[in-house]
């Protein structure tokens, strides 16, 4: 094979090489904002479950002892 082919071939399979490189960086970052957003979707669920967890608590707290029979 003569050397300027070969060197040719090497330069598109550079070439394609960077392009594919460049296309996987895009993703990784694109990749990286969704889980950067999920990360603050997921801590936020958490603390609405914790104020939640806090009020069925105070409102359990309110609740009269099981032990106390009802006045009939």
């Known amino acids: ?14 070439d394609r090489l960077l392009l594919r490189h460049e296309e996987l960086q895009r993703v990784n970052q694109l990749l990286q904002q969704q889980v950067e957003t999920l990360r603050s979707e997921r801590d936020q669920l958490r603390q609405q479950c914790h104020a939640a967890r806090q009020r069925l608590d105070a409102l359990l707290a309110q609740l009269p002892a099981e032990s106390q029979e009802p006045e009939a």
């Open 1 to 14: 094979m003569p050397l300027q082919i070969y060197i040719d071939q090497l330069s598109e399979r550079v």
